[in-house]
């Protein structure tokens, strides 16, 4: 199936946290990433208790999604899995007449996870899993959203996870705990080493993210898959599987065996089951994302400080389970999977700093100065886009908001000056249109609460042949073009100076 080909940033869960139903402020960063604690908080977009029961129709399901200061009534139905596919749902999520919740509507679909057989050198302990659901939600209207004086639009998609609560029945009803994410396409943790699942057999109640990588997947034919998943550093596991067409309407399925490639993966194997999620009618820039389950069938060794040239080993024990998402990302460099050769920054602000005022609209409201350095060879072009993702507010963020776009600037340049507009691009280059619904620059203006505006540069194989394009647009453009990206990050609060 050609759907599941390409390029998906791969996220597994921790099914111990999800469990906890609760969103710490802060959360242990995974070292060498020192200041990054509460980073994996802002992929939350709803942490709720589920709970599900029959209704009198024989493939009825009741039930409600409570969260701190509401909830929803729910009323749907259960759908059965042909031959060995597992059930799944699909509910709508009603808001309650007198509340806070008056006149909101969600949808839910989902699938219920296998049960993955006991692998032979699992211990009991290491084979307890628990059931989860995975699925994507719907906001099917605008509603009043957060305290603020904006709404919440409609046509919003985000991929959930829910954990059972004992006792463990591998069925629907019984009561959940829930958790909802951004369908974010941008790494978490950037760095050269890959994080948790590998390194952390048995992780923290306070860590989410157990790894980040990248599934990398051709269909060869239409009922197979082949591929990769990779980390960052360069550590792959092999891909190969099979697809099922979905029956019904119902979205496709896959089944994956991951065998280490050699080197620190050498006699790894894991397995993954997974579905493609819904394709929701009326969904405003809905991102295509995978949803299913990860189990350890093997045994092996792995170092616990990846980053260092040799530390302590640990074993990671066959049987453990968790649940996993992975968002399709065209922005990901496919050829060259390393983060040593473009560095990306400004004379006006060091990364992570604040932004002077000069650039956002409290100030001149004009562009910032830019550098990088070490195109790779064989880049034709490159692409700046600069966007926020924690609008409109950093506590509730409900979409990505885009500052500046300028696509086809020259390899062979080395920097933009401050206040560029059409008339100093470099020859060749162009200027995007922003969410600002304008073309050029758009400076920062957070209506609450201080936001990162991600500045990134992205070098292409090729040129593009668009005319004052969209960030959506180019995304499309640049699928399994980018050889190398870099970030400059910056803040900005109301005030600042």
């Known amino acids: 199936m050609a759907e599941l080909a390409g390029t998906w940033l791969y996220r597994s869960f921790n099914p111990t946290f999800v469990m906890g139903n609760q969103t710490p402020e802060a959360r242990i960063s995974h070292p060498p990433f020192a200041g990054d604690s509460g980073v994996e908080d802002r992929l939350i977009f709803a942490d709720a208790r589920l709970t599900l029961g029959p209704a009198p129709a024989p493939t009825g399901l009741v039930g409600t999604i409570e969260w701190r200061g509401g909830g929803l009534n729910l009323n749907g139905t259960v759908l059965p899995g042909a031959g060995d596919e597992p059930v799944g749902l699909d509910i709508v999520g009603t808001g309650r007449p007198g509340t806070g919740t008056d006149g909101w509507e969600y949808r839910y679909h989902g699938y219920l996870t296998p049960r993955w057989p006991k692998p032979p050198d699992a211990s009991e302990s290491e084979a307890d899993q628990r059931p989860t659901l995975v699925g994507s939600v719907f906001r099917v209207k605008d509603h009043n959203g957060q305290p603020g004086g904006w709404r919440s639009p409609a046509g919003y998609v985000g991929s959930f996870i829910a954990v059972k609560q004992p006792p463990f029945t591998w069925e629907l009803s019984g009561s959940w705990t829930y958790l909802s994410f951004h369908n974010d396409p941008e790494h978490v943790y950037r760095g050269q080493t890959y994080v948790g699942f590998a390194q952390k057999p048995q992780p923290t109640a306070q860590e989410l993210i157990l790894q980040e990588a990248f599934f990398r997947l051709q269909t060869p034919t239409s009922n197979t898959l082949q591929g990769t998943v990779a980390w960052l550093g360069g550590t792959s ?41 819904r394709t929701w009618p009326r969904a405003v820039n809905q991102r295509p994302a995978l949803v299913g389950s990860i189990i350890r069938s093997k045994s092996h060794g792995v170092s616990t400080r990846p980053w260092e040239a040799s530390g302590p080993r640990v074993s990671a024990a066959a049987g453990y389970v968790a649940p996993f998402i992975a968002v399709d990302a065209p922005f990901i460099a496919v050829k060259q999977i390393t983060f040593n050769h473009l560095t ?33 060879n064989g880049a034709q072009s490159l692409v700046l886009i600069i966007d926020d993702p924690d609008a409109p507010d950093p506590n509730a963020p409900e979409m990505v908001w885009v500052h500046w776009v300028v696509y086809n600037i020259s390899p062979d340049t080395k920097s933009l000056p401050e206040n560029v507009g059409q008339a100093r691009l470099p020859q060749g280059a162009s200027l995007g249109r922003n969410d600002f619904e304008r073309t050029g620059y758009g400076g920062p203006c957070p209506p609450i609460g201080r936001h990162r505006y991600f500045h990134k540069l992205y070098a292409l194989d090729i040129t593009l042949n668009l005319t004052g394009a ?26 600042d100076r």
């Open 237 to 277: 596991l092999n891909l190969t599987g099979t697809v099922r067409p979905g029956v019904g309407g119902e979205p496709s399925s896959f089944q994956m065996t991951g065998i280490g490639a050699g080197g620190e993966t050498g006699g790894w194997e894991y397995r993954y089951y997974g579905h493609l999620t």
């Open 470 to 495: 969209t960030k959506s647009q180019i995304e499309q453009a640049v699928r399994g073009h980018v050889l190398a990206d870099a970030w400059l990050i910056g803040t900005y609060q109301r005030g």
């Open 344 to 376: 990306l920054n400004s004379p006006a602000f060091q990364n992570n700093g604040r932004i002077p005022s000069k650039y956002t609209c409290e100030g001149e409201n004009v562009s910032p100065p830019l550098a990088w350095e070490r195109v790779p």
